[in-house]
């Protein structure tokens, strides 16, 4: 059975985008891989955080994964910075990527323009090598991300390829993977600003819809969501980006595909649209919230995790010891 690898950030509570985009793939893929997801505390502090909160949103992403349905019979949950194998396998990704690779990461270039360099932690340089690390660990096959994490699988891909003919004469010591992208909502944009992408670090809580937002929240948040002033409900992202917007989410949170959904609506207004999709957004997350909220302070979760990890460390450690080897660290490991 193939391996699949996703971790997300507990920076803050996901996002709509965020499960559209990822954690919705989850539930079915651990039907047909070998599943890891892992919250990636380690790389939330490339920004400063306060601990207990960092702590608090860390246990509570593990119940999300949890809520939305994750089987830990099926899928190894675990949290990354208890599995030192990613720490150290990163230093070794760090030691064979040429920086000029890490300045060219996109998500570099927008961070650090917003601040002075001398302002700006190495840890966003260098995150993308333990990003790296996190899925050679488990010789994954296949990622799903959103489309604005490509440019980090291709770091990975290239990482492999010269790992394995540097250092194994080409063959597969590593796992070249895949990057799997959904083929609608793998970009989800801002409710406010349909030109940017949603951002749970927006500080125009309009723009987003968190998992843990109260129905109600989520009602008046999509009715604000921008739209434009033609009233007609179609799919055009070039022109009518807000629209466009709210279709992907809507078909995303139900079975109706988005052309579907133009010809149910096409003798309606914005006003019963926008009134429909909040209701169908409720209907999807409500059930995951109470879940979510039975499990964040419970033993069976800290259960979980505690077997997740042990899981994770027993092949993780197989990777990095063969990693190790191959460069020539330490005394021969076996």
């Not at 998992?211 to 109600?216: F, I, W």
């Amino acid at each position: 059975m193939k391996t699949i690898f996703s971790g997300i950030q507990p920076s803050g509570t996901p996002t709509i985008g965020n499960y559209i985009g990822a954690m919705k793939q989850f539930i079915s893929l651990q039907e047909s891989y070998t599943s890891y997801f892992c919250i990636v505390d380690e790389h939330a502090i490339t920004v400063q955080q306060e601990p207990l909160k960092l702590r608090q949103q860390t246990k509570s992403l593990a119940a999300l994964y949890l809520a939305i349905g994750l089987d830990p019979a099926k899928a190894i949950i675990f949290i990354q910075s208890e599995v030192s194998a990613h720490a150290e396998a990163a230093w070794i990704v760090q030691c064979n990527t040429n920086i000029g690779e890490l300045e060219r990461m996109t998500q570099f270039k927008d961070k650090s323009a917003k601040n002075s360099r001398s302002g700006v932690s190495v840890g966003l340089l260098t995150y993308p090598p333990l990003m790296v690390a996190d899925i050679i660990l488990y010789q994954s096959n296949l990622v799903p991300v959103g489309d604005d994490q490509k440019q980090h699988l291709e770091l990975t891909r290239d990482f492999v390829t010269r790992f394995n003919n540097k250092y194994s004469n080409g063959n597969h010591l590593l796992t070249v993977p895949e990057v799997k992208i959904p083929k609608s909502g793998g970009r989800i944009m801002s409710l406010q600003d349909p030109l940017k992408k949603m951002s749970k670090s927006d500080d125009n809580k309009k723009s987003f819809i968190s998992m843990l937002d109260a129905p109600a929240i989520i009602r008046k948040k999509i009715k604000s969501a921008v739209t434009d002033s033609s009233g007609v409900i179609e799919y055009d992202s070039e022109n009518k980006p807000g629209i466009s917007n709210l279709l992907t989410i809507y078909a995303s949170f139900t079975d109706f595909s988005i052309a579907e959904l133009v010809d149910r609506y096409q003798n309606s207004g914005y006003g019963q649209f926008k009134e429909d999709l909040g209701e169908a957004i409720v209907a999807v997350l409500e059930p995951i919230q109470i879940r979510h909220n039975e499990l964040i302070d419970s033993d069976e979760l800290d259960l979980i995790l505690d077997e997740g990890a042990i899981k994770a460390r027993s092949v993780a450690n197989k990777t990095l010891i063969k990693m190790k080897n191959a460069i020539g660290l330490g005394r021969k490991n076996r």
